[in-house]
């Protein structure tokens, strides 16, 4: 009697480690590496130029209301401009911090996942044991740890500089409280980035809308500086709720603005968790 050879499949290993988290990463290095010139060319420059910047009377200049709203100085009322601190704050922790920095890992988080989806890596990674849940939650923790990548170069920018800058008298301290205040900015750009990534399928969509929203809020927070009749719009957009600079040049700001973008951070990686846990993907 002929017997039947019947032969098992063995299950699909579970992924150990974070691949994915590593994988994103891996693609955003070239985002990451033009923020890291960014923070040193800006840092560099500013202590090369120091000595000569410092005999020029840009308080003028800097101190008007359409400047002060470029360059988002929030109404902190700068005394002396011609300190390294006071330079280093405009031209780093103004609102460019947010503008550039923010708009680089918003387009990071928000290209992300739709990447995936048009490289097929999402379908592959689905098929094993890999649930939408960590998926996700992989590309969360990739683009906040490229936003701690970016706040630790911006600090090592500015130690660098200080090397050769006689006389810096940066407060290190105040330097510590003014990153963290802007790395909350980041968080609520990668959360912002994390939402749109997560139903649009274009990586070049979802990370531009984001970086349109980092945009228009900073339009908002320049046209809000300008007068009084358009300060509402000051307290609908971001930069407001981080007062990097104020903390910086004052020591002194409102502590709970923050923890506004935060919230507001962590509730826009949410509702984009929940789309994408809801959503049909596209077939290929």
């Not at 330097?175 to 609520?188: G, R, S």
Request: positive net charge.
């Amino acid at each position: 009697m002929a017997t039947i050879a019947t032969t098992r499949v063995a299950p699909q290993r579970r992924v150990r480690g974070l691949p994915v988290l590593v994988n994103a990463l891996v693609n955003a290095k070239t985002l990451l590496g033009a923020g890291a010139f960014y923070a040193f060319f800006i840092a560099l420059i500013v202590g090369f130029l120091y000595p000569s910047i410092s005999q020029i009377n840009i308080g003028a200049y800097l101190g008007s209301s359409a400047v002060s709203g470029l360059v988002g100085t929030g109404g902190v009322k700068i005394t002396n401009f011609s300190t390294f601190s006071t330079l280093i704050a405009i031209e780093l922790y103004g609102a460019f911090y947010g503008l550039i920095f923010g708009s680089i890992v918003a387009y990071i988080a928000g290209s992300a996942l739709p990447l995936t989806i048009e490289n097929g890596t999402l379908d592959l990674a689905l098929a094993r044991p890999f649930s939408r849940t960590r998926y996700y939650l992989e590309l969360w923790g990739a683009a906040l740890i490229a936003s701690v990548v970016l706040c630790l170069l911006t600090l090592l920018s500015i130690w660098v500089c200080t090397l050769f800058v006689k006389d810096a008298n940066i407060n290190w301290q105040w330097l510590t409280v003014t990153q963290l205040i802007e790395m909350a900015f980041l968080v609520f750009s990668v959360g912002l980035g994390m939402l749109f990534g997560s139903f649009l399928n274009a990586s070049r969509a979802a990370g531009g809308a984001a970086v349109g929203i980092i945009f228009l809020a900073y339009f908002m927070n320049t046209f809000g500086s300008l007068s009084n009749n358009f300060n509402w719009l000051l307290r609908i957009e971001p930069f407001y709720y981080a007062p990097g600079i104020q903390a910086f040049l004052t020591h002194d700001f409102t502590q709970w603005h923050p923890w506004v973008l935060i919230g507001v951070g962590l509730l826009c990686g949410l509702a984009g968790l929940a789309i994408f846990n809801r959503r049909d993907l596209p077939t290929t």
